[in-house]
């Protein structure tokens, strides 16, 4: 969730939202939401697509939409956690990122109410979809109720196949788990070894003679001599 709150705007209670009960919560994401002068946007990435690019970078595609979906572009925009995804550093927007923000930047926790009240009331309505996996007290978290429910019933649809559990639960279960996406730095290690083959193979290149052309004659009076000098970023 992206949040803007005015300045001169303030609701009585604001902390992270994971220091709040429930019913302060949901009181508080009606003031927010309620309000004229907040701007926000909530967006719900899929199960498929967190299993095809893995959670974190899924979690910054999150964050991308969230901000460009805001009725109104910020001026600036401060993330909670250590990161500013790319899709945010490189817009017009000057960013930041900040650890824990949500118990330091106030919009940072009304974004975080926002968030954790829409993601809970999700998890209640999985609960009436699949009411054996107790969706609506656990919330989805690993808790050892949804652990056992798990292993009972196998992984419903929204079960994310790249989560270390429920592979292992589909595996004693004799089931083939998808094949996992790839992590930062699994994509790291291919770019660093795509970028070192290039090098290699522009080297060899310019080391090999060309056979269709011939050597110049020397001048007479004169020898010339050119140096030339290749960098290469791998």
């Not at 429930?22 to 967006?43: K, M, N, Q, S």
């Amino acid at each position: 969730a992206a949040c803007v709150v005015p300045a001169h705007v303030d609701f009585a209670g604001v902390d992270d939202s994971k220091r709040l009960k429930e019913p302060e919560r949901e009181r508080l994401f009606a003031a927010i939401t309620g309000h004229p002068e907040v701007d926000y946007c909530v967006v719900q990435v899929s199960v498929q697509d967190i299993d095809a690019v893995n959670i974190l970078e899924a979690t910054k595609r999150g964050m991308e939409r969230a901000v460009a979906g805001l009725r109104q572009a910020p001026d600036h925009v401060m993330v909670d956690g250590p990161y500013v995804p790319p899709g945010i550093a490189d817009g017009p927007a000057s960013s930041e990122a900040v650890v824990k923000g949500d118990s330091k930047v106030f919009s940072i926790a009304c974004a975080s109410i926002i968030a954790k009240v829409t993601r809970d009331r999700l998890m209640v309505d999985l609960g009436a979809r699949y009411p054996q996996y107790g969706f609506a007290s656990h919330k989805g978290y690993g808790s050892a109720a949804h652990m056992a429910a798990l292993k009972a019933h196998g992984p419903c649809p929204d079960h994310r196949r790249s989560f270390k559990p429920v592979r292992t639960v589909m595996e004693a279960r004799g089931e083939t788990p998808p094949p996992l996406p790839p992590t930062k730095a699994s994509l790291l290690k291919a770019a660093k070894e795509a970028a070192a083959a290039a090098a290699a193979a522009e080297e060899a290149q310019d080391e090999e003679p060309n056979a269709t052309t011939k050597p110049k004659p020397k001048a007479k009076t004169t020898a010339k001599t050119t140096a030339k000098t290749t960098a290469k970023t791998t």
